[in-house]
């Protein structure tokens, strides 16, 4: 990984440029990236205890979160895959929305219709993603053509896993991106891994980041574990876009350090000494021992600062617990902006049979027809 | 009122709506300085500006999901596919994505955009130019499928879809493009997207059809009365998604006796649906099996195209044997 951009070595130590952040940023992005790794370990445990049905954790990925959205502004896009959500909670999804859509009750803004983990934050232009591998980059190629058409200097960061550089969205949205010369950033995270198969075997090009200039636009390395590198490449790349001079590609090289899902046991197809290696590059640890050096944050204050978070997750899952259920209109809701007649037909065949058994609730009633 | 073709009442319709709304951006393949293939956006790119009509790499995965993107962020796209036969590559960004983005996300983002296609047989384009998809997309929930079939419905049909907050599928009958001439109001007018045209009133045999079949079976409807005194009543159903559910089940009633005509394959086409409408709701009123007329369950020919799609012949025996059964 020497190409790579890096500020902070594994050891914490300065080997780069370093952005001019405040103290008070720097800890906020330290606080970031705790809060990413707890949440994980919370929803961890839901799933385990059948709380709730899946996660997608983003542990050992809290670097290229935090980092890749920090420059952004509140009203820039974020176009998300599975891994994002950290990134929508510091850019102001609130944490409720967010565990409200892990268990996918009535709090849930997308209605619990989504699977866990497929997070939605209007306020903050981060778009609901649907499940399916590189189809939001054209959408949001699309979305950025729309900020420049109107003369806007919004920019939309666009995310996607090393597995979705093979997918047919990831070239048809680099091309296009490149050809509109569109104010995108393409954040691909590579975390080593598609579910079992080996960012290595997803390509026979000389590296991600070598495809991007096939498009007509450069291809960055960073290092993925390192914050700062993340939110410096981000940065340029974002102001780079805003000033109308087109796209950038941004590989951040990371690595998953636990399973695809809560379904997935990577022991299966990886070797322990990989994720041991990776283990010392971790990416908090660094960033921790970069500010205490610094003396943004003092020896032992992580452990504090985790139990504070920790409190305030936990108090949002207890909320959420006693969610109501989803009303059953809901079935047929949402498909077009008004429920056609042959729906509304479906629901009543539907109600008039849930009702004679018992199951209805109040407010179900039958559509008009 | 002009008296236009299908396809310049198509290009009149694009007009209408860029003017009224500078949201709206006609975009594909050959669409721009060329005015496409068939010329449905012919000087739009000189009247409009490139920004507003143009032409796009060579991708309909492309092309369908940044129309996504940009009705996600407050434009009105209208996306031509060249030829519906090559909007598979899309296929995916239609139904994983446009149509269900509303749904997903709980109402919060929506995608308000057309999908313009030439489809259908009839111009010796063999497999892959001549298609009939419709089944495929009316299958798939929280799309909407319309297929015009005169010059004044493919004007009001092409504003009321452009102006849907929901992703319509707009079929053009390629067939149609110019062999039909028609009254088209100037300026903007809408036609509503679930309701049913009736084309000639009948008490005697109900015949289902849309597109490019409905000058066939007119053509058969008028046979029929002449040579037999049989009274069809023709119905184009326009909207095959949300469908006129009630306009259909009423027209079955009037006669009892059922006709559908289409030129897709018949195995799980329209045709089936509309047969388990009538089944399921008004069985009791059928006096004959509805019978279906329709292409083959092959893939599209090229020298024997003529054999594949339903003609007057075919129709008009399929509303013999029902009127007579
Ligand atoms: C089109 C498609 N194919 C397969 C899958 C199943 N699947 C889900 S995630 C995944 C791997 C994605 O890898 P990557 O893009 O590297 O993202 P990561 O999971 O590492 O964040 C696969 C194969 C899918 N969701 N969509
Ligand atoms: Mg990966």
Same mark, same amino acid.
């Given at each position: ?159 996607f896993g090393d597995g979705a550089t093979s997918s047919n969205g990831f070239h048809s949205g680099l ?13 691909? @995270?590579?975390?080593?891994?598609? *579910? ?5 075997? %997803?390509? /026979? =090009?000389?590296?991600? +980041?070598? !495809? ?94 985790? @139990?504070?978070?920790?409190?305030? *997750? ?5 909320? %959420?617990? /006693? =969610?109501?259920?989803? +009303?059953? !209109? ?40 | ?160 879809s452009i102006q849907d907050p929901d992703p319509v599928l707009f079929m053009e009958p390629k067939a ?93 086409g329209y045709g089936a649906e509309i047969s388990a409408l009538i089944a399921e709701h008004c069985i ?42």
């Open positions: 990984m020497s190409s790579a951009l890096q500020i902070l070595a594994p050891d914490g130590s300065v080997v780069g440029e370093l952005p001019g952040l405040s103290d008070a940023e720097l800890r906020e992005l330290f606080v970031h990236m705790l809060q990413i790794r707890c949440m994980d370990g919370r929803m961890l445990k839901l799933q385990r205890a059948g709380r709730i049905g899946f996660v997608g954790t983003a542990t050992g990925l809290e670097a290229t979160l935090v980092g890749a959205a920090a420059p952004l502004r509140q009203d820039d896009w974020l176009w998300s895959g599975l891994r994002e959500g950290g990134a929508a909670v510091m850019r102001g999804l609130p944490l409720a929305e967010y565990v409200a859509q892990m268990y996918c009750n009535a709090n849930d803004t997308a209605k619990g219709r989504q699977m866990c983990n497929h997070f939605q934050h209007k306020g903050t232009n981060y778009p609901s993603w649907s499940s399916v591998i590189g189809t939001q980059i054209t959408h949001g190629v699309g979305a950025a053509f729309a900020s420049m058409r109107r003369g806007e200097d919004t920019v939309h960061a666009i995310h091309n296009f991106a490149g050809v509109w010369k569109v104010p995108a950033v393409f954040v691909c @995270t590579d975390n080593g891994w598609a *579910i079992s198969v080996a960012s290595s075997a %997803q390509t /026979a =090009a000389k590296s991600f +980041a070598a !495809k991007a200039p096939a498009y007509g636009f450069p291809g960055v390395e960073v290092d993925g574990n390192d914050v700062l590198a993340c939110q410096s490449a981000m940065a340029d790349a974002i102001e780079r876009a805003r000033r109308g001079e087109g796209p950038t590609m941004l590989v951040l090289k990371t690595y998953r350090m636990l399973g695809h899902s809560s379904s997935d046991d990577p022991t299966k197809y990886r070797a322990d000494e990989e994720v041991e290696a990776w283990a010392k590059r971790d990416p908090i640890a660094r960033f921790e021992r970069y500010l205490i050096e610094r003396g943004v944050v003092s020896e032992g204050e992580r452990a504090d600062l985790e @139990t504070q978070l920790l409190v305030k *997750i936990d108090a949002v899952i207890h909320e %959420q617990e /006693a =969610a109501p259920p989803m +009303a059953l !209109k809901t079935l047929v809701e949402d498909v077009y902006a008004e429920v056609p007649y042959h729906l509304r037909r479906e629901y009543n065949d539907f109600i008039a049979v849930a009702e004679k058994l018992g199951h209805a609730q109040p407010g179900d009633g039958a559509f008009p027809l | 009122m002009a008296n236009l073709t299908l396809i310049q009442a198509v290009n009149d319709g694009l007009r209408t709506v860029m003017k009224a709304d500078d949201s709206v951006v006609v975009f594909g393949e050959d669409v721009g300085p060329k005015g496409g293939v068939f010329l449905a956006t012919e000087g739009l790119t000189a009247d409009f500006g490139e920004s507003r009509c143009f032409d796009t790499p060579l991708s309909e995965d492309g092309i369908i999901g940044t129309a996504i993107g940009m009705a996600m962020n407050g434009l009105r796209p209208v996306a031509e596919i060249q030829f519906q036969d090559f909007i598979f590559p899309a296929f995916d960004q239609i139904v994983s994505e446009a149509a269900k983005l509303r749904y997903r996300s709980g109402g919060q983002y929506t995608a308000p955009m057309v999908i313009r296609t030439p489809y259908g047989g009839g111009i010796r384009g063999g497999l892959y130019h001549s298609q009939s998809g419709e089944a495929y997309f009316a299958h798939t929930a929280g799309l909407k499928v319309v297929i015009p079939s005169t010059p004044h419905d493919a004007k009001g049909l092409l504003i009321a149609l493009y110019r062999s039909v001439k028609g009254e088209v109001p100037e300026g903007e007018y809408t036609v509503d997207l679930s309701t049913l045209r009736t084309v000639r009133q009948g008490g005697d045999v109900t015949i289902y059809c849309y597109g490019a079949m409905v000058p066939v079976v007119e053509r058969a409807a008028a046979q029929a009365a002449e040579q037999r005194g049989i009274d069809c009543l023709v119905v184009d159903l326009r909207t095959l998604m949300p469908l006129d559910e009630e306009g259909v089940l009423e027209a079955a009633k009037q006669t009892g006796r059922v006709v559908v005509v289409h030129e897709a394959p018949r195995f799980c009791e009123y059928m006096e004959a099996p509805v019978r279906r007329v329709t292409g083959f369950d092959t893939p599209f020919p090229n020298t024997l195209e003529h054999h594949y799609l339903p003609d007057d012949r075919r129709v008009l025996d399929a509303i013999e044997s029902v009127y007579d059964f």
